[in-house]
């Protein structure tokens, strides 16, 4: 069942999103569009891993949304594709994006670190034209900020529909 599910999930578009509903909330969950920009609730993606095959299941240009974690990443492991998927990232969270920075800034047009979801939302509609989607895949656990990722992904929605 779960290698079903997961097969699924990486042959899905955008598109095919949009006209149907999530098969789990918060992975790859479709909610609406914003003057012509689509957003996407993968609060789900708790590891650099789940944000790879999300990225890779998107051919429109992406803002992503990356949180920070307390926990050493190696984020180099995104960097080729997010060069060709990424047009900006935002970067949230308690600790700092220095190893985010460090391996993604230099490959999006755009890149900046704030301090909470709100303020990630808010940056990432600012930045964002018709046609993009804004991807919110934290890539780590939800730990310090939020209950769990679902908690997370709610936040998210909230502050997307706001």
């Not at 891993?49 to 803002?63: A, G, H, T």
Request: aromatic residues 10%.
């Amino acid at each position: 069942m779960k290698s079903k599910l997961n097969k699924e999930l990486l042959s899905v578009s955008v598109d095919q999103l949009r006209e149907r509903p999530s098969l789990i909330e918060h992975r790859m969950e479709y909610i609406e569009s914003f003057n012509g920009v689509e957003a996407i609730n993968d609060s789900k993606a708790t590891d650099l891993r789940s944000v790879n095959e999300s990225l890779m299941q998107i051919e429109k240009p992406v803002v992503l949304i990356l949180q920070t974690t307390d926990f050493p990443e190696d984020y180099s492991i995104l960097a080729s594709l997010v060069k060709y998927k990424v047009v900006s990232l935002v970067v949230f969270g308690v600790e700092q994006d220095l190893e985010i920075r460090r391996s993604l800034s230099e490959v999006v047009d755009n890149y900046d670190y704030v301090s909470n979801l709100t303020e990630a939302v808010s940056k990432a509609k600012s930045w964002s034209k018709s046609g993009d989607v804004v991807l919110f895949s934290p890539g780590c656990a939800s730990f310090g900020m939020f209950e769990d990722y679902r908690h997370r992904g709610d936040s998210f929605k909230s502050n997307w529909n706001n």
